[in-house]
């Protein structure tokens, strides 16, 4: 296995993706996404951050996470991917979720890397929000990033149109 140099600024904005063991798409389960929030909450409590985008796409999560103090991203990835697996062991989970099944055959429901990039500047925070929003449509689950629940687009003012075809900032990006 490679071996990856990560390098971490204390205080900075990061973009971060999670993406779930085989590509399994067990956040189509609502309750795997509670349970995702929730421990991303337990989270904040230990390593605290400021969140300002998030997609949840069925078989990954994008977040660009402002983290403080201390903290590195490995530090907040290690703690939710390991709150997420407790909670799903504890009943988290109905027992048909596809989270509890990956958790049987592999004993985890993630990747073993996540994926991250410090953001440099407001332009590289401005391409990887509009990443983040637009994904849902790039991977074809919608034809307008607005339709897409799990996604933290509602939250900001976009225009109408934006989204209904792969916006210019973004159309180099390949981060998955």
Same mark, same amino acid.
């Given at each position: 296995?490679?071996?990856?140099? !990560?390098?971490?600024?204390?205080?900075?904005? &990061?973009?971060?993706?999670?993406?779930?063991?085989?590509?399994?798409?067990?956040?189509?389960?609502?309750?795997?996404?509670?349970?995702?929030?929730?421990? *991303?909450?337990?989270?904040? #409590?230990?390593?605290? &951050?400021?969140?300002?985008?998030?997609?949840?796409?069925?078989?990954?999560?994008?977040? %660009? %996470?402002?983290?403080?103090?201390?903290? #590195?991203?490995?530090? %907040?990835? !290690?703690? *939710?991917?390991?709150?997420?697996?407790?909670?799903?062991?504890?009943?988290?989970?109905?027992?048909?979720?596809?989270? *509890?099944?990956?958790?049987?055959? &592999?004993? #985890?429901?993630?990747?073993?890397?996540?994926?991250?990039?410090?953001? !440099?500047?407001?332009?590289?925070?401005?391409?990887?929000?509009?990443?983040?929003?637009?994904?849902?449509?790039?991977?074809?689950?919608?034809?307008?990033?607005?339709?897409?629940?799990?996604?933290?687009?509602?939250?900001?003012?976009?225009?109408?149109?934006?989204?209904?075809?792969?916006?210019?900032?973004?159309?180099?990006?390949? %981060?998955?």
């Amino acid at each position: 296995m490679p071996k990856y140099r !990560r390098y971490f600024n204390l205080g900075n904005c &990061y973009f971060l993706t999670l993406v779930t063991k085989e590509r399994v798409p067990i956040f189509e389960d609502k309750a795997a996404v509670e349970l995702f929030w929730s421990s *991303l909450q337990h989270c904040n #409590t230990r390593f605290p &951050y400021i969140k300002h985008a998030y997609v949840v796409i069925p078989d990954h999560i994008h977040l %660009l %996470l402002e983290i403080y103090d201390k903290t #590195t991203p490995a530090d %907040l990835i !290690r703690c *939710l991917k390991r709150g997420f697996l407790f909670r799903a062991k504890s009943g988290g989970l109905n027992s048909s979720a596809r989270s *509890l099944e990956l958790i049987r055959s &592999y004993g #985890t429901v993630w990747q073993s890397r996540y994926y991250d990039h410090v953001i !440099r500047d407001e332009e590289d925070f401005s391409r990887h929000m509009d990443y983040i929003h637009f994904n849902p449509v790039k991977h074809g689950y919608v034809e307008s990033p607005f339709a897409w629940k799990n996604s933290s687009i509602h939250e900001f003012k976009y225009q109408d149109d934006w989204g209904k075809e792969i916006p210019k900032t973004i159309r180099n990006m390949e %981060l998955e």
